[in-house]
């Protein structure tokens, strides 16, 4: 399988909050937590849950980029 | 100053390539690299070359999840 | 603070309605109305209500461009 | 005709930027600038180019929200 | 009208659901289903139903491609 | 290999044109063509050309519906 997808973060789910029609995942990614709204039906069919292992997907036209002041 | 944007992940640029109109920039982020396509005008703004430290930002729903055999 | 983010248009919040997961926030920019989809997090922790002033961000490759019959 | 897209902004062409395969549009809203990334091919079939009248759609879960220290 | 989105896939709804603040919306486009996360008011404001006529929309943009072992 | 992306699309690659960073691919799908901006970088890797079959993915908050005047 290839994807066209550029972004690939490996992570662990740490928790699952289901709304009626979506639902927000919280996955830490190394020392970070990434949170992805999907919909509530995606949850399930992936039986997401705390300590699942998934890996989080973002297309490189999603990502923006920010500095700061003061950093290098 | 505060963002809806959820998911903030620290890292440093390790290369800037830069199309006509298109910039495509590569942050590495922990132990990942998150590619990032923005406009050729704010890689040059941003003054965006390898070394610097940025912030990829990105909102929670265009953050997508996969499962694949085999993982826990 | 630098964004790679183009598109900043000043406004004011005219209202928000919140759901389980999701918030709607309806912003007033100059004579429109800008409607954002957020995280219900992101709308409490950054305390959004009518009458606080906002920016709304929109990245550039997420704006399509309509021409209408009739017009110039 | 109706559409889901709840971001509707008019307003006039203000410069054109053609690259290979993507094209930068740049229209002016009321008093703020408002920046296009679209395919080349988009932009050449709307005959798109400075004094055009068009409408910027936006969708919602595209509007990512701000607010600045020292803001109301 | 003309609209610089590239993809338009025309369908037919084949069911609702109303969430409190987004509405989800089953298209059947040839022999594939296309769910959309929409605004609930936009849901209602266009009346979609069972059986009702719709165009769906992609900006070019947010196609991914995936090519799959075994594949061509 | 689960993924929460909603819309997968199988179809047929018919023309891939390169810019300096950006690449579009156009995909037969049924009777609709598809059309997808990815990184130049995707596309090599992919070996994308005409004749390779693909699913072309779309995240459903990507998805826009529209009505148009006279049809049911």
């Known amino acids: 399988m290839k994807l066209s997808t550029r972004n690939r973060l490996p992570g662990t789910v740490v928790g699952v909050e289901k709304g009626d029609v ?6 830490r ?3 970070n937590h990434v949170v992805s709204l999907i919909s509530r039906e995606s ?3 992936m039986e997401l849950e705390a300590g699942k292992e998934v890996m989080a997907l973002v297309k490189a036209t999603d990502v923006m980029l920010m ?3 003061g950093l290098a």
């Not at 979506?22 to 996955?27: D, F, H, P, R, S």
Request: cysteine-free.
């Open 22 to 27: 979506v639902a927000k995942v919280t996955v």
């Open 29 to 31: 990614v190394g020392d």
């Open 67 to 69: 500095t700061e002041d």
């Open 43 to 45: 949850a399930e069919e």
